[in-house]
């Protein structure tokens, strides 16, 4: 399989949200291809016919009973909140100018 | 004082329930040694010396009333640094986190407040819990109390080290590859990954959602089994939790055996990297495990051999996606905020501020094996191994009750060694990871010192999922035996600090 490149860790950066400096572009491109070459391996399994597990349990739809309880109070939902206004999360601008 | 400190968490509640000790005596000792120690050993990254004061009086005032006490109450715990405690900050070892007071308990919190367990305060941690040596805590490495200048494993390095150095007689960590087992098998004490779903996740920060599960530290068999019971069982919270009674825990601590018993030695967890001194000191588990009058058998696992891999590309996917709530909307840090960058540049600017490196490794690689074109071939084959893991075990849980190797292939390594050096590191739980895969139950215990460094070697034991007990009854033989063999706990030859 194709190691990675620094192209490709720099797209991988902007998916996830994190703005990397150039030098750490280099740094992080060298260890991902170690790593990506090193667990390569498990797609010597990838023709066999075998059933994917996502997950230890074989649990499926677990419900609770939908009753009113108590939750976080508004207060205690912005306690965290790096900015706030009117009882709400204060963001920054989402949308464009126009 | 030093007497306080080195009893056991058993010893500890029935002193306070006898009133030969109070529960403020007990607090006061373990927060005197924690002043006195923690600036060495740096387990602590938060103490609460009043809350911890006041849960100590609760229960004081509740013995003197007549009330019944539970059987850990009174006995102070240090919690890893990823449970909530409301009112109380939790930073899971990240900057992203720094100063956030959670506003509710997690189940296991508040599980130990209402047994009359003391919450001495929060330990380090690798960030997010992805390391193996505390190392990544964006708040400085812990010391090995065995050599300071070792790591003492991790990622829950912090709980595994207080409990070595008699900060706290008990520690709560979680274990997604080995983050229990390892720190306890390097520190010399016991450390307990529970069936998945055997202890809630409700309040534990999410690293890898199908393989996190929380469990015990201890510096015996009994105390951990005493801490499962108080901790398991079921939780409406979590929906992966299961819904059945916690098994016998404590009376298979009470009653260790292994007569009879088939002990299955796992061929995969042996051979190249593993230290000479690590394979003597198994070699000599699986002799005494012979003598006690348990059949041993060898087993075969093949698809083990992909266990590390499959755990490299499931572990991080899901990080990936856990970690997208960190995004500088609704808690923890926020930067460049200045009015005239959009949301998403903050966000941006946010993570690369506050995620240190492992955690921006695993999340790209995790966004990597995700993203079309690659995801059949990665996260696709890397469930697929699951699979197969599942049904080695399964099979050879029909040839064995529990499965033994050595906790880590190596000792603690030095502090430094393999900070820079991701692959170097993840292969400190190359034995644990399995049980992760498959959510067996699984215990560390100690099984000896490597006689090339003098370090502490762990013996792994692993039982079928649901069947914890088995780990309990197993490891409380072998631990009456070594103490036998020895004269004392192996923690007693640890250098004091």
Partial sequence: MPGITREEVAHLARLARLELKPEELDHFAGQLDDIINAVARVSDVADQDVPPTSHPLPLTNVMRPDEVRPSLTPQQALSGAPAEEQQRFKVPQILGEE | MTDIIRLTAADTAAKIATGELTAVQVAEAHLARIEAVDEKVHAFLHVDREGALEQARAVDAKRERGEPLGPLAGVPIALKDLFTTEGIPTTVGSKILEGWIPPYDATVTRRLKEAGLVVLGKTNMDEFAMGSSTENSAYGPTGNPWDLTRVPGGSGGGSSAAIASYQAPLAMGTDTGGSIRQPAAVTGTVGVKPTYGG???????????????????????????LLHEAIGGHDPLDSTSIDAPVPPVVEAARSGSVEGMRVGVVKQFRGEGYQAGVVQRFDESVE???????????????????????????????????????????????????????????????????????????????????????????????????????????????????????????????????????????LADLCTIPANLAGNAAMSLPCGLAPEDGLPVGLQIIAPAMRDERLYKVGAAVEAAFVERWGHPLLEEAPSL
């Fill in chain 2, 199 to 225: 202890v809630s996740r409700y309040g534990m920060v999410a690293f890898s959602s199908s393989l996190d599960q929380g469990g015990p530290c201890a510096r015996t068999v009994l105390d951990a089994a």
């Fill in chain 2, 288 to 426: 005494l495990l012979r003598e006690l009058g348990a059949e041993v058998v060898e087993v075969d696992c093949p698809s083990f051999d992909l266990a590390l891999s499959a755990y490299y590309l499931i572990a991080p996917s899901e990080c990936s996606s856990n970690l997208a709530r960190f995004d500088a909307m609704r808690y923890g840090l926020r930067v460049g905020d200045d009015g005239t960058r959009s949301a998403e540049e903050v966000t941006a600017l946010t993570r690369a501020a506050g995620f240190g490196d492992e955690v921006k490794r695993r999340v790209m690689l995790g966004t990597y094996a995700l993203s079309s074109g690659y995801y059949d071939a990665y996260y696709g084959s890397a469930q697929k191994v699951r699979t197969l893991i599942a049904r080695d075990f399964e099979r050879v849980f029909e040839q064995a009750d529990v499965l033994v190797s050595p906790t880590t292939p190596t000792t603690a390594f030095a502090i430094g060694e393999r900070a820079d050096d991701p692959m170097a590191m993840y």
